[in-house]
């Protein structure tokens, strides 16, 4: 790992069941709809699409997000990024008991956008602060979306 490599993780617990927010999550087009970091999200092939993320800094990330695995069945989701920040993206949907289902995301990005390199040692604290608050904001949507199906 170097000094702008960073690892973020997330959880995410809904009341849906897990092949419902295992489709949400594969359909990345959708995204904007129901999570607000997503500014937007436009498809360039079968597999890949450009991201526009931005959360409570003032800097939107734009990235290639393509598609690496699809596994329904096993509720796995992975991508690899490339642009702004390059590197991995993992979902992994499993159910909950009664509750409904726990989704984990992992990633493991390089900032490659020079004004974030800059700042990248001594502010990955508030990089990971803001990339908690763009998870609250998509665990909100995605269970807003919930409520409204019932």
Same mark, same amino acid.
């Given at each position: 790992?170097?000094?702008? *490599? $960073?690892? =973020?993780?997330?959880?995410?617990? %809904? /009341?849906?069941? /897990?092949?419902? &927010?295992?489709?949400?999550? %594969? *359909? &990345? @087009?959708?995204?904007?709809?129901?999570?607000? %970091? !997503?500014?937007?999200?436009?498809?360039?092939? @079968?597999?890949?699409?450009?991201?526009? $993320?931005?959360?409570?800094?003032?800097?939107a990330l734009r990235a290639t =997000?393509? %598609?690496?695995?699809?596994?329904?069945?096993?509720?796995?989701? @992975?991508?690899?990024? *490339?642009?702004?920040?390059?590197?991995?993206?993992?979902?992994?949907?499993?159910?909950?008991?009664?509750?409904?289902?726990?989704?984990?995301?992992?990633?493991?990005?390089?900032?490659?956008?020079?004004?974030?390199?800059?700042?990248?040692?001594?502010?990955? /604290?508030? !990089? +990971?602060?803001?990339?908690? =608050?763009?998870?609250?904001?998509?665990? +909100?949507?995605?269970?807003?979306?919930?409520?409204? @199906?019932?």
């Open positions: 790992m170097n000094r702008y *490599d $960073i690892r =973020l993780s997330g959880t995410w617990r %809904a /009341p849906l069941a /897990p092949d419902t &927010v295992y489709a949400l999550l %594969a *359909d &990345v @087009e959708s995204y904007p709809a129901w999570w607000p %970091a !997503f500014r937007s999200v436009r498809r360039t092939g @079968e597999r890949a699409c450009e991201v526009v $993320i931005r959360s409570a800094l003032p800097y =997000l393509t %598609a690496v695995a699809e596994d329904p069945a096993a509720r796995v989701l @992975e991508a690899a990024l *490339d642009g702004d920040i390059s590197g991995g993206v993992r979902w992994t949907v499993a159910p909950d008991g009664p509750h409904g289902c726990v989704a984990t995301l992992t990633q493991h990005v390089t900032v490659r956008k020079a004004a974030l390199r800059r700042w990248m040692p001594m502010a990955r /604290p508030v !990089f +990971r602060v803001n990339h908690a =608050l763009a998870l609250r904001g998509g665990r +909100r949507g995605l269970t807003a979306g919930a409520r409204q @199906e019932r």
